[in-house]
């Protein structure tokens, strides 16, 4: 791409496309992440509006780079509310077309497309139908947190977490914890 510049972007924007969610009203407000977006503006903005009288659903949109932010927002939002929240989420692709225009005459522009992630969140106070995909029951985490495995009666992960560390002393510091209260094993060699 020695020989070409970049001279325009065209990007599909998560609000150009009309909501994956059957039964909204058109009103519904609609939080917008992007890359760059403060988390902390975006969720104080979401439960001011959640926790007033007229708003009991919010959709949380993101593209590319602000996914994982739209993710994190919603947990965040989620949490703060006691995951009091019905959830059902949807995975699109957009479009992203890029021109690139040659530096010397004898080449042509060249027109790349690329697929980018889109993921549109629907959070509500009200109940959402549980048979679509994507649909989380609020305080569905706790159900899975705790429970044993059938077969081998062991905790979950979550659960062994919580026991107590216990440091070993390591092999050079003559039975001294470390900085961090963690000492490696030396490894033999055979």
Not at 57 to 71: L, M, N, Q, W
Request: with cysteine; aromatic share 4%; net charge positive.
């Amino acid at each position: 791409m020695d020989n070409y510049r970049r001279s325009k972007v065209v990007k599909e924007e998560a609000e150009d496309h009309p909501l994956p969610f059957d039964g909204l009203p058109p009103d519904v407000l609609r939080m917008e992440v992007k890359g760059g977006s403060h988390i902390s503006n975006i969720v104080g903005f979401a439960l001011k509006q959640l926790q007033a009288d007229g708003c009991d659903r919010v959709v949380f949109s993101g593209s590319d780079s602000g996914v994982a932010k739209t993710i994190t927002c919603c947990e965040i939002v989620k949490r703060k509310l006691n995951n009091t929240l019905h959830q059902i989420s949807r995975i699109k692709y957009g479009k992203v077309e890029e021109f690139w225009d040659p530096l010397s005459p004898e080449l042509d522009q060249l027109k790349v497309t690329r697929e980018i992630p889109m993921i549109h969140i629907l959070l509500s106070k009200t109940p959402l139908d549980g048979t679509q995909p994507g649909y989380q029951a609020p305080d569905s985490r706790r159900i899975f947190a705790n429970a044993e495995t059938p077969e081998s009666g062991h905790r979950l992960k979550s659960d062994r977490l919580k026991q107590k560390r216990v440091s070993l002393p390591s092999a050079g510091n003559s039975g001294k914890k470390s900085k961090d209260n963690v000492a490696s094993k030396p490894i033999k060699e055979s």
